[in-house]
């Protein structure tokens, strides 16, 4: 038996444009953020890395709750659509409100805008719009074979996005007159492209019912109907073992990035060239990219999503030490060679990530007999934000500690070596550590075992 379609393929290719709108704030405040501060606004990489952790404080929670907010949301739009459509204008202008700091406020001021805005950004707003966004993998289809092409084609617009921004964003700011009012027009400029296409992707597509994402004759709903509270909320995902896998993962992959992007001062200072910054996106992305192309394909191939992704992901660690080796050796070749194989090797877990938490999900309804779709879809949000939060912080902490000077043409011969470790050695460490992780995140596995306990005949499309 083959497992029922639920979408077209411009359904598809509209819900993943929407990581269009999401990679527009993802990237410009990942891949710039900390060069506009220390560069343009002469504010201290030290104490912006600190604001930046203590932003983090407010995530957590506001994760479980608007995850659990969506599960309990009922609408004529359904649960998730009407929390990403409206989330994503929150966005925009908090978005716009980061890189528009007043120049001519004091220095205390500056401090203050930048981490009300920022943490506005990350706790409400993109925590609404991802979660949701991330959520509607489960919502609109439960053929598992749509949802590894959902994730896939939302991908190849994320990191499509992220190479336009990297490759064009610092002469763009140029050419919209440099300094704060060049950042605080493509800001805008981004916002508004961000807005557009995320509304576009709200209305591509459509939530199932919620009784037929629910109907299974062969496990009974508790008699509280599904509901449950934020702690009991809390205590399904803490669980969940996979849940916990998935979420770090998240996290270490957004540290990973933030180290990546820790670039541009690499190539600026170590290099000596700062448009290399956008050459290296190139070597990153489009292999990337290629890779979630054939991720559907590679996924029925090697009859499930655990054996790619960890093996995948094993070529990406080999290809990371790589780097360190030529980046020690001076030659940018070979740095841009292995560069693109380890990308090529973590992209299939970049394609299929949303299948495998659709299938964490199941996992829970199968061990639990809850619908948690939207709270498990949380570790997308939470994921990205700690993330993000915890690897800007610590290369704003390491630049402090280095002796960085944001003014300086030529920094410190300690700031180089610390340049070479944040770019070089923790890429490498991180994708051996996820690595190690992906080797015990079996769920696919886990659900057919619970799947044969229980007696539920349910068409696969991958053997185990």
């Known amino acids: 038996m083959t497992e029922k379609r639920y979408l077209k393929w411009y359904n598809k290719v509209g819900y993943g444009s929407g990581d269009i709108a999401g990679n527009v704030v993802y990237a410009l405040l990942t891949s710039f953020v900390m060069i506009y501060l220390t560069n343009t606004m002469g504010m201290r ?9 203590v ?5 957590g929670i506001t994760d479980i709750f608007f995850g659990a907010m969506i599960d309990k949301t009922h609408s004529k739009m359904g649960k998730a659509r009407p929390w990403m459509l409206f989330g994503f204008i929150g966005c925009a202008v908090t978005l716009a409100a980061i890189f528009a700091i007043p120049a001519g406020i004091s220095e205390t001021a500056k401090y203050a805008w930048f981490f009300i805005a920022y943490t506005l950004l990350n706790a409400v707003f993109f925590t609404i719009n991802n979660i949701a966004y991330s959520t509607l993998t489960a919502l609109v289809t439960k053929n598992s074979k749509e949802r590894v092409q959902m994730g896939s084609y939302r991908f190849m617009f994320a ?3 992220s190479l336009i921004i990297q490759s064009i964003t610092l002469k763009f700011v140029s050419s919209m007159g440099g300094g704060a009012k060049g950042w605080k027009t493509a800001a805008i400029i981004y916002a508004v492209i961000g807005l557009i296409v995320n509304t576009i992707s709200v209305f591509s597509v459509k939530e199932l019912p919620e009784n ?3 109907e299974d004759e062969n496990i009974e709903q508790s008699n509280d109907d599904g509901k449950y509270g934020l702690i009991e909320a809390l205590k399904l995902l803490v669980s969940n073992k996979y849940y916990i896998m998935i979420c770090g993962t998240y996290i270490l992959q957004q540290v990973y990035t933030a180290m990546i992007n820790i670039g ?4 600026t200072y170590v290099l000596f060239n700062e448009n290399m910054y956008g050459v290296f996106s190139w070597f990153i992305n489009i292999p990337l990219i290629i890779a979630l192309i054939f991720t559907p394909l590679l996924v029925q191939k090697w009859k499930g999503m655990y054996k790619l992704n960890l093996y995948s992901y094993g ?5 990371r030490l790589l780097v360190v080796y030529a980046g020690y050796k001076g030659s940018i070749p070979l740095m841009l060679l292995f560069t693109a194989i380890a990308a090529l090797g973590q ?4 394609g299929d990530m949303n299948a495998v938490i659709a299938s964490c999900s199941e996992y829970t309804w199968l061990t639990k007999h809850k619908r948690v779709d939207g709270t498990m879809y949380s570790c997308t949000s939470l994921g990205v934000k700690l993330g993000i939060g915890i690897g800007t912080a610590i290369t704003g902490w390491l630049l402090e500690l280095s002796g960085f000077d944001g003014k300086a043409a030529v920094q410190s011969e300690s700031c180089i070596n610390m340049l070479q470790v944040m770019y070089l050695w923790i890429p490498f460490w991180i994708d051996l550590i996820i690595t190690i992780i992906l080797s015990r995140m079996n769920v696919e596995k886990a659900n057919n075992e619970l799947k044969k306990k229980l007696k539920i005949d349910e068409p696969q499309n991958y053997e185990m």
């Open 55 to 59: 932003s983090k404080l407010f995530d």
């Open 45 to 53: 990489a030290g104490v912006v890395g600190t604001l930046i952790a």
């Open 212 to 214: 037929e994402l629910t």
């Open 159 to 161: 990191f499509t996005t």
């Open 347 to 350: 992209g299939p877990w970049q």
């Open 315 to 319: 070529l990406a660690t080999l290809g």
């Open 264 to 267: 541009v001062y690499y190539m």
